[in-house]
Structures are given as C-alpha cells and as structure tokens.
C-alpha cells in the first residue's frame, strides 16, 4: 500500500474504533480530518468513494448498492432527513443510511471536513446542507 492509503486506512479503522453509535459521523470526519483528508465525494448507487487528501486522493470501491438498470427516484429531502437522523441516532447501519439515501433521490454527496459540511444531491440539480459539529479527539 502506498502512504495514502496506509494513513486513509488506518484513520477509517481507528474512528471506527472510537466512533460512538449515537452521533459518530462527526467523530469518524475529525479522525479523517486529522489524516489529511480535505473532502470525500461519495457516488451513489456504485458507492464508489474518493478521497482528497493534502498530499494526494484516493479511490475506495465499496459494493454497489444495486446492478443493473434502475430509474432514479425524485430528490426527497424529507425522506433523505429521516434518513439523517435515523443514522444519527444509531438506528441504522452505515449501508442502510446509503441504502435509505438512493431511495430518497440522492446520487452523491460531497463531504468537506475542513468546513464541516455535507451537501447531498439529486439527479436534478438538487441538494441538501448539512452541517455537522466539530468535536475533540482524545488520543
């Protein structure tokens, strides 16, 4: 593995360590943060996932959530908010936020970890902000 990769990895598995059922994102982004990691651009339904980092980016190749040929469902902010909160509360795994996210009309979303901001999108031109709270990491 290259440096990238080794740092990009062992950031993900150490906020995974200490990442909290309720609220973690925001500890899993500081963690990142800290590796170097300026953005995370998520594409959906291939969940495929780059990672911008000071030095250099990274692609990572999740599983696709779907294979195939689907329509694409309306952007629903209300859908992907519950969705948000669901995951937000710790009642849902990571790949049922995602899975909860493309049923809402989400084709990506871009994470900036230096302003503390998601924005999702839909097919359309469609988006949604939301911002998260900076927290402190005890090493």
Do not use: H
């Not at 999702?120 to 949604?128: D, F, Q």
């Amino acid at each position: 593995m290259t440096n990238l990769i080794t740092k990009l990895t062992e950031a993900q598995k150490f906020a995974m360590s200490i990442r909290p059922k309720v609220g973690g994102f925001p500890v899993l982004a500081e963690v990142l943060r800290s590796a170097g990691v300026q953005s995370n651009r998520w594409s959906l339904p291939s969940c495929q996932s780059v990672y911008r980092m000071k030095d250099g980016s990274v692609v990572q190749q999740g599983t696709p959530l779907v294979s195939g040929v689907f329509e694409i469902a309306n952007f629903d902010r209300e859908a992907l908010i519950t969705a948000l909160r669901t995951d937000q509360e710790g009642r849902s795994t990571f790949l049922q936020f995602l899975k909860a996210a493309w049923e809402a009309g989400v084709i990506g979303y871009d994470v900036d970890f230096i302003g503390r901001k998601v924005v999702y999108y839909g097919v359309n031109g469609e988006s949604y902000l939301e911002e998260y709270p900076a927290v402190v990491i005890e090493r």
